[in-house]
């Protein structure tokens, strides 16, 4: 399977609630299917994960920033592109943001992303810890717990 390295961003407001988008595939190969997460996308070849993080986010949120921080947390798994379908291992970084207050903007979207995100939320710990909606990455709780931006909850 072809590596997809890609960069994720943990965005927090003041509350420390998470910003997730919500993606519902409407068509192609993954038509039905929907979950919740973290902003983010694919690394361009030569560009730095870093790099990524700050494009991406501007992309997907509206909000500039030229230094992401240090990566928190880095996952690895297989997943289909909803794009093509084609399966592809993700080499995922995670760079924690923390901002005051954000209206995301969908002003620099990509065709695929208006496609495809439908929605996004601002999440508390309990609320992600206690939902039956599926989010991505599943252990997104235990992450931010581990990252400590986030306590264990009793």
């Known amino acids: 399977m072809r590596e997809r390295p890609s960069s994720r961003l943990l965005i927090l407001d003041c509350e420390h609630r998470l910003l997730l988008f919500r993606f519902e595939r409407k068509r192609g190969p993954l038509a039905g299917q929907a979950f919740w997460a973290t902003p983010g996308g694919g690394v361009d070849p030569g560009e730095s994960?870093?790099?990524?993080a700050c494009r991406e986010?501007?992309?997907e949120t509206g909000?500039?920033?030229?230094?992401?921080g240090p990566q928190v947390a880095r996952k690895?798994?297989?997943?289909?592109?909803?794009?093509t379908g084609e399966m592809v291992t993700?080499?995922?970084?995670?760079?924690?943001?923390?901002?005051?207050?954000?209206?995301v903007s969908t002003e620099n979207w990509?065709?695929?992303?208006?496609?495809?995100?439908s929605a996004n939320r601002w999440w508390s710990q309990a609320e992600l810890?206690?939902?039956?909606d599926q989010i991505w990455p599943e252990d997104l709780v235990e992450m931010l717990i581990?990252?400590?931006v986030w306590k264990p909850l009793a």
Do not use: C, W
Request: cysteine-free; hydrophobic content about 40%; aromatic content about 10%.
């Open 49 to 52: 994960f870093e790099a990524a």
């Open 63 to 68: 909000l500039y920033i030229d230094d992401p």
């Open 76 to 83: 690895e798994a297989s997943f289909q592109l909803a794009s």
């Open 110 to 117: 990509t065709e695929l992303e208006r496609d495809v995100m």
């Open 129 to 132: 810890k206690s939902t039956t």
């Open 90 to 103: 993700g080499d995922e970084r995670f760079f924690l943001i923390r901002i005051h207050d954000l209206d």
């Open 146 to 148: 581990n990252a400590g």
């Open 57 to 59: 986010l501007l992309e």
